[in-house]
């Protein structure tokens, strides 16, 4: 086993699974749309029973002063020259919100206030259609004339504009939170479809780019054949190519589908893939192991498609180096019997503004790349296996660990 210097603060297998990075960014996205849902429909009822009751309360205090009105104007009525009546006339000339029609015992009208006047003036039927409607609202309130109760007077009386808004105004609040709603699954379906646009055309893409390198080593090694002597050297070196070209094939032929899964040991297939970069680095920069068991650790995987991730977290690695120097760790170990595997590097880090981003597709910082190698590696990982790929931990400036969580 060998180890390379990184920080023991920085990187420490006790740390627990679960954190700040483990949370999956798409899950994210349905858990806001679910809380803006839910903060939208608790909204909307509070405002209803809050309305309701402000409403029902408001009802109440018109009742009790059209009731002091109607008193008033009794007391007003029959009070002789001595009495004071200043209190009575403060009550009815305070009574200016409540739309009031009076009427005799035949229920004919004779007078009314805090009605529009001019619609009264153009609408003969005005004051017959609010009369029946506050007959239908029930709000009425009968004074005698004669203590034998032949004559009397009804005052109908309808709801302020106080209380229709209160009445109204959840009505008009559901209708514009229907609107944001609409807007918010609109942005979210075109939000969608672009980054499903993006993840088809990196895909594209990266099928390319992963051809490309043993197509052009193909290439390079016909040439040679037809100038070499030593053919056998290059024809070794040929069916390796032809090899990875087989390799990247049944990769791309399992996105999309359900891959079949074989017991693989963990190990040995870290191992190779760890080679197979190291050959392509740079020189001066380290790829080790660090926490690495000797026996073979198997685990029931597509084992093409785990290689390709442990690839890309590696590619990854080697593209956050500054200076093309740094060291690489791959730890393999298990947390609650379940294989995990971190690796770490000591690169330029992640901004804290991207750590949400970079399983995005299409996101990427480097200036070449489509931004996908992260975005297949997580699908793979959590969707096809049922694991997890979380930023484990990353600081700019120290580096970054990515963990690898599988069921065995």
Known sequence: MTDISLSDAYYSPNLPVTGYQS????????????????????????????????????????????????????????????????????????????????????????????????????????????????KKEGHVVTTFIDPEGRHFNRYYYGESQLLM????????????????????????????????????????????????????????WTAMLK??????????????????????????????STPRKTSTDLRALILRTMDYVRKRAASSIGLQTGEFPDDPVMVEVAAPLIEWVIENLLKNALDAMEEGRGLIRVDLHQVNNQPVIDVTDNGKGIALADLEQVFRPGFST????????????????????????IIRNSEQGKGTTFRIILKK
């Open 227 to 256: 100038e070499s002597d030593d053919k056998e050297w290059v024809l070794t070196e040929m069916e390796k190519d032809i090899s990875r070209l087989n390799r990247i094939t049944e990769r791309f032929s399992m996105i999309g």
């Open 366 to 389: 480097k200036k070449r790349g489509w931004g996908l190698g992260l975005t297949l590696s997580k699908r793979i990982v959590e969707e096809y296996h049922g694991g997890q790929l």
């Open 23 to 134: 949370i999956r960014i798409m899950s994210k996205k349905f858990l806001g749309t679910f809380i803006l849902s839910l903060i939208a429909v608790v909204i909307i009822a509070g405002t209803f029973f809050y309305s309701g009751y402000l409403s029902t309360r408001i009802a109440e205090k018109e009742s009790r002063q059209m009731q002091q009105w109607v008193t008033a104007q009794q007391l007003i009525a029959k009070a002789g020259e001595d009495v004071d009546i200043s209190l009575p006339a403060v009550i009815i000339a305070e009574q200016k919100d409540i739309p009031v029609i009076e009427t005799n015992e035949q229920d004919s009208i004779m007078s009314f206030l805090n009605l529009d006047s001019q619609s009264v003036a153009a609408n003969p039927q005005y004051l017959q259609k609010q009369l029946q409607a506050y």
């Open 165 to 220: 808004l209160v009445r109204y105004f959840p009505v008009f609040q559901l209708i514009i939170v229907i609107i944001f709603i609409a807007m918010l699954l609109s942005a979210l379906r075109f939000r969608h479809k672009t980054e499903q646009d993006g993840i088809w055309t990196g895909l594209a893409k990266e099928t390319a780019h992963q051809l490309g390198t043993p197509i052009s080593a193909l290439s390079g």
